[in-house]
């Protein structure tokens, strides 16, 4: 089974500084998608990013963005401007192309310090 | 809020009762997952439904029964439940036929088990 790893427990970030959260997995397959989700404290888990193993492009969405690299099986998010609605558990995903079954890291808790 | 809910929000139990939680969603999905979220875990995977059939059991203790009814209501019955049992379940559902197969999750059911 693919296994993701959050080497970060826990994070903080300044108010409109910039952080970074680290992923890696572990997969043989060579076609999958990535993931990064928001759960903010007692909310919903919600989509942030996504990346299409494919594409050597990093995505971006506003303020967040990703640092793929295939080979090094790392797809890190960086959050930049950070705002106080930012304080969250971070989950990064894995999906192969081929199943629905998703995997999971532990999370990383940041905290936005105003 | 997303177009997946989940009730009761919250439920306390004792080892001997029988109860079930509820998934809905609304976004025309043919896929629906059951997590369990604990703390400082990883998401473990406990059920998959694809067009109302089971895909995946990974391994769950025979004290907790899925049901899936149509593909757009997940149930997860409970009965003689252990204090470890206690956790958030998330439900999720995603489309099979869609690009990047993103999960949407619902709010979850935070389960205490007496």
């Known amino acids: 089974a693919q296994t993701v790893t959050q080497s970060q427990p826990e994070m903080s970030v300044q108010e409109a500084e910039t952080v970074t959260l680290s992923c890696t997995y572990d997969?043989?397959?060579?076609?999958?998608?990535l993931f990064w989700y928001k759960q903010p404290p007692s909310r919903q888990m919600i989509l942030v990013i996504r990346q299409e193993a494919y594409k050597q492009q990093n995505a971006t969405e506003n303020r967040f963005s990703v640092n793929f690299q295939k080979a090094a099986k790392s797809f890190s998010l960086k959050i930049s401007d950070s705002q106080l609605g930012d304080a969250a558990m971070y989950f990064c995903?894995?999906?192969?192309?081929?199943?629905?079954?998703?995997?999971f890291g532990t999370g990383t808790s940041l905290t936005v310090i105003p | 809020e997303t177009g997946v809910t989940q009730t009761p929000r919250h439920l306390v139990m004792g080892m001997t009762n029988k109860k079930s939680l509820k998934c809905e969603q609304h976004?025309?999905?043919?896929?629906m997952y059951w997590y369990k979220q604990s703390a400082k875990k990883p998401l473990e995977l406990m059920f998959v439904y694809n067009f109302k059939e089971q895909t995946e059991n990974n391994s769950v203790p025979s004290r907790f029964s899925p049901e899936c009814p149509n593909s757009s209501h997940l149930f997860l019955h409970l009965h003689t439940l252990q204090p470890e049992d206690s956790a958030l379940y998330l439900c999720a559902s995603t489309s099979s036929g869609s690009r990047y197969n993103e999960q949407f999750f619902g709010p979850g059911t935070r389960l205490t088990v007496l």
């Open positions: 997969t043989s397959e060579s076609d999958y998608y």
């Open positions: 976004l025309g999905h043919n896929a």
């Open positions: 995903a894995y999906r192969s192309a081929r199943g629905n079954q998703f995997y």
